[in-house]
């Protein structure tokens, strides 16, 4: 990976992502294992704006682990924060105490120097009006209906429940998104059918080609999983919070024309324009009301979706 593609991803980043200003203060947090990719923040940032912090500190244990106190304390300070680490730092306190005192955010976790680089070659305020035009065609609908070459097959209800968007571009105070970003998604309050994940699915990673994940979904859960690592993780999950863990979690719509292949970092791929991903498990974050112990994201590849019998148009590169 060439220190210039890095830059050029950084500067992407702190630019255009987070629209960082001279006057205003930006800290950088990193962990020993994503170092280069918090390095070339930092020197981006630097460029921009005097006032640039790069605090290090080993990888957590956990996703959700909260970061050291001296950490935390300087995401508050700060105007803006960046976090490329190994474990996640999205749902900590640390970083929604930081954005209640006004500070604007993007966390990265997992992130690899290959993802960094593909997912932030991009031109956000494009993805941004991607983002906009499906989710005009979506949001009003009553009834969402996806199929897929695969065998995919399922229709949701999106209920009163908001479509989001995941449009990297968080230029205001208190803002706050995971990068690289690029989708529209909802957490439905119904679904019905049966989708196959042909594309990227923790713990696989991406599937070789033919390779499929069958899900069946009634009423708004997940009856049937023909893969028995996940079918376990749900069951080891379902010990802890019953039925809850089947949840159909959300559904998603990638916008990110910047991802040309999918690569088996879920992250990434399930931004990828021209997918769709279906997730298992915990809603609560995303404007639905089941709170689990797994989030797990499939990508489903070369999709159709309708939105009350109308087809959508999605943004879609060549693959």
């Given at each position: 990976?060439?220190?210039?593609?890095?830059?050029?991803?950084?500067?992407?980043?702190?630019?255009?992502?987070?629209?960082?200003?001279?006057?205003?203060?930006?800290?950088?947090?990193?962990?020993?294992?994503?170092?280069?990719?918090?390095?070339?923040?930092?020197?981006?940032?630097?460029?921009?704006?005097?006032?640039?912090?790069?605090?290090?500190?080993?990888?957590?244990?956990?996703?959700?682990?909260?970061?050291?106190?001296?950490?935390?304390?300087?995401?508050?300070?700060?105007?803006?924060?960046?976090?490329p680490t190994t474990k996640s730092i999205s749902h900590t306190?640390?970083?929604?105490?930081?954005?209640?005192?006004?500070?604007?955010?993007?966390t990265l976790p997992g992130i690899t120097e290959d993802v960094?680089?593909?997912?932030?070659?991009?031109?956000?305020?494009?993805?941004?009006?991607?983002?906009?035009?499906?989710?005009?065609?979506?949001?009003?609908?009553?009834?969402?209906?996806?199929?897929?070459?695969?065998?995919?097959?399922?229709?949701?209800?999106?209920?009163?429940?908001?479509?989001?968007?995941?449009?990297?571009?968080?230029?205001?105070?208190?803002?706050?998104?995971?990068?690289?970003?690029?989708?529209?998604?909802?957490?439905?309050?119904?679904?019905?059918?049966?989708?196959?994940?042909?594309?990227?699915?923790?713990?696989?990673?991406?599937?070789?080609?033919?390779?499929?994940?069958?899900?069946?979904?009634?009423?708004?859960?997940?009856?049937?999983?023909?893969?028995?690592?996940?079918?376990?993780?749900?069951?080891?999950?379902?010990?802890?919070?019953?039925?809850?863990?089947?949840?159909?979690?959300?559904?998603?719509?990638?916008?990110?024309?910047?991802?040309?292949?999918?690569?088996?970092?879920?992250?990434?791929?399930?931004?990828?324009?021209?997918?769709?991903?279906?997730?298992?498990?915990?809603?609560?974050?995303?404007?639905?009301?089941?709170?689990?112990?797994?989030?797990?994201?499939?990508?489903?590849?070369?999709?159709?979706?309708?939105?009350?019998?109308?087809?959508?148009?999605?943004?879609?590169?060549?693959?």
């Amino acid at each position: 990976m060439s220190n210039d593609g890095l830059a050029t991803a950084a500067t992407t980043a702190v630019e255009q992502c987070m629209a960082l200003d001279a006057a205003e203060s930006c800290v950088i947090v990193t962990d020993d294992e994503r170092r280069p990719i918090g390095e070339a923040l930092y020197e981006a940032a630097s460029a921009v704006a005097d006032e640039t912090t790069i605090l290090q500190y080993p990888p957590g244990d956990q996703h959700g682990e909260e970061p050291p106190g001296p950490v935390a304390a300087a995401m508050a300070e700060a105007d803006v924060f960046l976090a490329p680490t190994t474990k996640s730092i999205s749902h900590t306190r640390a970083r929604g105490n930081a954005c209640d005192a006004g500070a604007r955010g993007a966390t990265l976790p997992g992130i690899t120097e290959d993802v960094f680089l593909t997912g932030l070659d991009a031109d956000y305020d494009a993805i941004a009006q991607h983002c906009r035009d499906v989710l005009a065609q979506v949001s009003d609908a009553d009834e969402i209906r996806v199929t897929a070459p695969a065998g995919t097959d399922i229709t949701f209800e999106p209920g009163d429940r908001e479509w989001n968007t995941d449009t990297g571009i968080v230029h205001d105070a208190g803002d706050f998104s995971n990068l690289p970003a690029g989708e529209v998604f909802v957490s439905p309050t119904n679904a019905n059918g049966t989708y196959v994940v042909d594309g990227t699915m923790r713990p696989h990673g991406l599937l070789d080609e033919g390779e499929e994940l069958r899900f069946e979904v009634e009423d708004g859960y997940v009856t049937e999983i023909s893969d028995d690592e996940i079918r376990g993780q749900v069951e080891a999950a379902a010990e802890a919070v019953g039925r809850d863990a089947y949840n159909l979690a959300e559904l998603g719509i990638g916008t990110n024309v910047g991802v040309t292949d999918l690569v088996g970092s879920v992250l990434l791929d399930e931004k990828a324009a021209g997918t769709v991903h279906v997730a298992i498990g915990d809603d609560a974050g995303i404007g639905g009301d089941t709170d689990a112990p797994l989030h797990l994201d499939g990508i489903i590849r070369e999709p159709t979706v309708w939105a009350d019998g109308e087809v959508v148009d999605l943004p879609n590169v060549e693959r």
